[in-house]
């Protein structure tokens, strides 16, 4: 194992913070390194809003349904799929004749190139010390994320992330086992849905430590649960008011 693996083999979601800012520095080369991940023809269809201000936070938290270490922490980074810069930089060229043809497939280059860069950069700052918390909460109510934070048309705040020095080392949560997601030379459907089972019982030990026995649900329960709920249906029109996910 080298010094990166170690790094990636230790990630867990950070929900508490110390009240040490992260410092511009620090922040820069988060981004540059997020910045570094593949892109889709180099489109690099992505943006990051830097919130440090206080009442910003305070607001994001209570839209990302009332998730405190999104006030907590001293730097939330929101990651957002952005064609808008693509369509204004083509605009030099083209003037009033630039179009953006819409399709499902350049929404998830969008998505895909936040998402990549996003990682890249969480990767960059667990090197460093620092803890980091997705939050897919900001989805929630999109509309006043967007608002709040002046994201312009053709552009969406895809999840958030809290950033910080961790004010405790919290618990590993186990993953699916190899076998359950790695398929050799083809899908084989049998080994891995067989691979859940194992799983089911080291997740309902991991939630009996966690918890004090209070919770102890299979994952396989809690993922019947979640795939029948349907989840922030509110989220298509807004794409499509923004010009995006049209066709
Ligand atoms: C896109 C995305 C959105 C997430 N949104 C939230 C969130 O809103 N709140 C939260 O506490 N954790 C959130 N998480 C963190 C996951 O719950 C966490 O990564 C997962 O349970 C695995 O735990 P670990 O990261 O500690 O290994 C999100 C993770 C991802 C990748």
């Known amino acids: 194992m080298n010094d990166t693996i170690a790094s990636l083999m230790a990630h867990r979601s950070v929900r508490a913070f110390r009240d040490t800012p992260v410092t511009e520095e620090q922040l820069q080369t988060i981004v540059a390194a997020g910045q570094m991940a593949s892109t889709s023809s180099n489109v690099q269809a992505y943006s990051v809003i830097a919130v440090?201000?206080?009442?910003?936070?305070?607001?994001?938290?209570?839209?990302?349904?009332?998730q405190a270490y999104v006030e907590q922490c001293p730097l939330f980074l929101v990651w957002c799929a952005d064609f808008y810069r693509t369509c204004r930089a083509s605009e030099m060229y083209l003037g009033e004749e630039t179009t953006y043809?819409?399709?499902?497939?350049?929404?998830?280059?969008?998505?895909?190139?936040?998402?990549l860069a996003a990682q890249n950069a969480a990767v960059a700052a667990e090197s460093m010390g620092l803890g980091i918390c997705y939050i897919g909460g900001i989805r929630?109510?999109?509309?006043?994320?967007?608002?709040?934070?002046?994201?312009?048309?053709?552009?969406?705040?895809?999840?958030?992330?809290?950033?910080?020095?961790?004010?405790?080392?919290?618990?590993?949560?186990?993953?699916?086992?190899?076998?359950?997601?790695?398929h050799r030379n083809g899908y084989d459907p049998e080994t891995s849905v067989e691979a859940v089972k194992?799983?089911?019982?080291?997740?309902?030990?991991?939630?009996?430590?966690r918890t004090e026995g209070r919770k102890s649900t299979p994952w396989s329960k809690i993922m019947a649960e979640w795939l029948a709920r349907p989840n922030r249906l509110h989220v298509r029109a807004f794409l499509e008011a923004r010009g995006l996910l049209r066709r």
Not at 198 to 209: A, I, N, W
């Open 198 to 209: 194992g799983y089911d019982v080291k997740m309902v030990r991991y939630l009996r430590e």
């Open 101 to 115: 043809e819409d399709s499902t497939e350049s929404f998830m280059v969008a998505t895909i190139d936040a998402a």
């Open 52 to 66: 440090t201000e206080p009442s910003l936070k305070r607001q994001l938290a209570v839209l990302s349904g009332d």
């Open 140 to 182: 929630n109510r999109i509309a006043e994320v967007a608002e709040l934070l002046r994201i312009p048309e053709l552009a969406y705040p895809v999840f958030g992330m809290c950033v910080g020095v961790p004010a405790r080392q919290s618990g590993q949560r186990p993953r699916l086992p190899v076998e359950a997601v790695l």
